[in-house]
């Protein structure tokens, strides 16, 4: 699982790579765990969904639910997000888990912010592999979140050229660090984040391959 850390204002959390040009980028959510949806107001077993938020003008991709999950959603789905040029990069992504409902208003289970998502990715031209990210609700860590990034350039992209500073992002045998990624609660003081790969192993049996 994810562990995270303190907020630190020394660190930069809004510098885009150079280098981004134009790109796809997927981002396969998977699953999550110990969201807190077992029992929402009396009502049962949440069905939760996933909404990705990014870029200047907030556009948000929506997965289906999966109902009567509880606190335990499996989506494997996948979001891709065109970028036409570096502008369009989202300097940050927001991640919100939703409990849907039939015949009232739905509410909201967990969120979490990625800043510096381009350079994160920037490091891993070939994907990330899987991560669990953290889930906070109010400020408190509440459950994790298993997504995968894939960056594709483009044309004149030089995306993973080598021009990145290589101190931004270091690899810990199966750990991920970085100290510019930060992950944050919006309305929160943000938290840093060791992001982990999960071993293909513990896959087995409990996610459908993305076709």
């Known amino acids: 699982m994810a562990t995270y850390h303190g907020y630190d204002p020394k660190v930069p959390m809004y510098n885009t790579p150079r280098g981004f040009r134009r790109g796809v980028m997927q981002v396969d959510v998977q699953m999550a765990t110990d969201i807190k949806g077992d029992k929402i107001c009396g009502y049962g077993k949440a069905s939760p969904y996933v ?64 800043e510096n998502l381009p350079e994160f ?7 990330t592999g899987f991560l669990w990210l953290p889930i906070f609700r109010k400020g408190v860590h509440k459950g994790d979140m298993m997504v995968r990034f894939y960056f594709e350039g483009k044309d004149d ?18 750990q991920l660090h970085s100290e510019h990624c930060a992950v944050s609660d919006k309305g929160y003081r943000p938290h840093y984040i060791v992001l982990e790969d999960v071993p293909v192993a513990e896959l087995a049996g409990s996610i459908i391959s993305l076709q």
């Open 51 to 114: 909404q990705m938020i990014y870029g200047v003008d907030k556009k948000t991709l929506t997965s289906s639910p999966h109902e009567g999950a509880g606190s335990s959603p499996i989506w494997n789905q996948r979001f891709v997000c065109n970028f036409h040029n570096a502008s369009m990069l989202p300097t940050f992504v927001h991640f919100e888990i939703w409990n849907y409902h039939r015949s009232r208003k739905d509410n909201q289970l967990g969120r979490v912010s990625i």
């Open 121 to 127: 990715i920037a490091r891993y031209p070939y994907g």
């Open 157 to 174: 992209s030089y995306f993973g050229d080598g021009q990145f500073e290589k101190d931004r992002c270091v690899s810990y045998g199966n």
